[in-house]
């Protein structure tokens, strides 16, 4: 079907709870696993109800953030969506603990028993009003987001708008641009510090109404975290600050070079070439249209999938005023379609696009028949290595969106990936500290900011911008608001993509097999499981990191 012809009903939560007391109550009753697992395939049916229409809100929502009526039914399910999610957990109690267990563990599998665990760690009913009011939050700071305006060259921009001129060849441009850029966040600075000082409280509170000591345990737990924990991801950073940030900084160095200059600013990150980085040949139509030839091309999987969503009007992604930045892609259950949101503004990130956000649909279309749902429930890391990994496979057709400079590209977004791992590992320290004391006041989280940017990004100079020099960039980074402690999954995964790329290029085939394999694998395993099964090093064994950056120094050689 068709996403524009796609039904919304907004739920009656009263009739909702009715329907999960009732599956409660079947279970209750259920005199064999099979007659339990039949109750479970009706939460199945009425949960993917309850997805479908959060996630078409979601979607119209932000596709037109002045919409009354969507705006209306967000703000329904800001409040209903902790309800709900409660209502769930108090099913999977139940389930969790039939005395069919046994047979329901061989049947769905026991990552979903332990992410079942998880869950119950995460919500309780004491704290929906703190849920609810966390939702509020995030809503507030991306409509923020979505508010600026920013008057440059000639035109009145929003974030998403402002890319290309940050990463203009001209060097005066784009030191203007981020000017510009920057004025907004210094104008706003005091909401967006109050958003965030609000929003670590909540968390923080939540973790402590649950029991806990501080936010992490229910933090790990909402990140469904089912086989690693704190101590693994500080190892992983110790790795990253040890084995990669040196590599990473020759390749800045490198990247100067190649610019021709004798220092690099701050607003020379995110530039690899003197005559500005390569972007794709044509518009928002025509890219969609390179998509399909490409996906067409690369495996008789890929193609099916992308003429599925392009036929089925499953991508917005043209930049448009009153939209919300980012982008991402999400899953529509009751119609078995992957969605993709983005904001093209014709730069080389309307490619990623393509390939990031393509690489996690293909995986989700690609397991949509499969009849245990939990397999869906893919972890954050295995969700971004498909569309890191992605990224790569794609690149023999780059000539398709890039013309003449697809090998610019090329090199440009194999470089980019390398040094993205030690700016998303501090990400994660950052948030690792700013919760471990929630107390810090907005001076100190930028200065701690600003102290991680000098261990982790030691080439940054920000001289001139008195924002960024005091700390204040990590407020345009939307995770951070949004998705608290989400963002070393794209580290972990990408050197998974890292992993895929030196294997690629040795035996594409070979690759491409294991990758299928591993897409296709979904959730039934925990992620060490999933990368053994795969080939691949697992990122959190020491070594991992230095393997792969000797591999790429001999290759940038």
């Not at 990552?111 to 309780?124: C, D, G, P, Q, Y």
């Not at 104008?187 to 968390?203: A, G, M, P, S």
């Not at 610019?408 to 980019?416: A, I, P, T």
Request: proline share 4%.
């Amino acid at each position: 079907m068709k996403f524009s012809e796609m039904p919304y009903t907004r739920p009656d939560i009263d009739e909702t709870k009715k329907e999960f007391e009732e599956l409660i109550k079947e279970l209750d009753v259920a005199k064999s696993g099979e007659e339990a697992f039949e109750v479970h395939k009706k939460f199945y049916e009425l949960t993917g109800h309850l997805q479908t229409a959060s996630e078409l809100v979601l979607i119209r929502h932000d596709i037109n953030t002045v919409d009354e009526k969507y705006n209306e039914e967000k703000k329904f399910f800001d409040e209903a969506g902790p309800v709900i999610q409660n209502l769930e957990v108090e099913y999977q109690k139940k389930l969790y603990e039939s005395p069919y267990r046994e047979y329901l563990e061989k049947k769905i599998g026991h990552v979903a028993f332990k992410n079942m665990e998880l869950s119950m760690k995460s919500v309780n009913e004491k704290i929906l009003p703190l849920m609810q009011e966390e939702n509020k939050l995030v809503t507030e700071y991306n409509d923020l987001l979505a508010s600026a305006k920013i008057e440059f060259d000639g035109k009145e921009c929003n974030l998403s708008l402002m890319n290309p001129y940050l990463h203009s060849n001209d060097r005066n441009v784009r030191k203007a641009a981020w000017k510009k850029f920057t004025e907004f966040f210094t104008n706003n600075k005091e909401q967006f510090d109050e958003i965030y000082d609000k929003l670590v409280k909540n968390r923080t509170q939540q973790g402590k109404e649950l029991g806990y000591e501080n936010y992490f345990p229910l933090g790990y737990a909402r990140m469904m975290r089912n086989c690693y924990g704190r101590s693994e991801i500080a190892e992983f950073r110790k790795q990253v600050k040890r084995d990669f940030v040196p590599f990473v900084e020759k390749l800045h160095d490198r990247r100067r070079e190649r610019l021709g200059i004798d220092h690099l600013m701050y607003f020379d990150e995110g530039v690899y070439f003197k005559n500005g980085n390569p972007a794709p040949t044509g518009d928002w139509k025509q890219i969609l249209e390179s998509g399909r030839k490409l996906y067409g091309e690369l495996s008789p999987e890929t193609r099916e999938f992308m003429n599925f969503m392009c036929d089925n009007e499953l991508f917005d992604v043209e930049g448009r005023k009153n939209k919300t930045t980012g982008g991402y892609m999400t899953y529509i259950p009751d119609h078995k379609s992957p969605f993709i949101f983005a904001n093209f503004n014709g730069t080389s990130g309307d490619a990623d696009v393509i390939t990031h956000e393509c690489g996690h649909a293909f995986q989700g279309y690609l397991t949509a028949n499969d009849p245990i749902r939990e397999h869906a429930d893919i972890t954050m890391e295995t969700a971004e290595t498909h569309s890191m990994s992605m990224e790569f496979f794609t690149e023999p057709w780059m000539k398709l969106l890039f013309g003449d400079r697809a090998k610019d590209y090329v090199d440009m977004h194999f470089e980019d990936s390398i040094m993205f791992i030690p700016y998303g590992t501090m990400v994660d320290e950052f948030q690792d500290i700013i919760y471990d004391d929630p107390a810090l006041s907005p001076k100190t989280r930028n200065e701690v900011w600003r102290d991680l940017e000098k261990q982790y990004k030691p080439h940054l100079d920000y001289t001139g911008n008195k924002y960024f020099e005091e700390g204040g960039f990590w407020q345009k980074q939307h995770h951070i608001y949004d998705n608290p402690l989400y963002y070393i999954d794209y580290c972990i995964a990408g050197t998974d993509a890292l992993q895929y790329k030196i294997w690629m290029d040795e035996d594409f085939k070979g690759a491409w097999a294991s990758y299928l394999k591993f897409c296709k694998l979904s959730a039934s395993d925990f992620f060490d499981g999933l990368i053994q099964s795969a080939g691949l090093k697992n990122p959190f064994e020491d070594g991992c990191l230095k393997y792969v950056a000797n591999k790429l120094s001999v290759k940038l050689k």
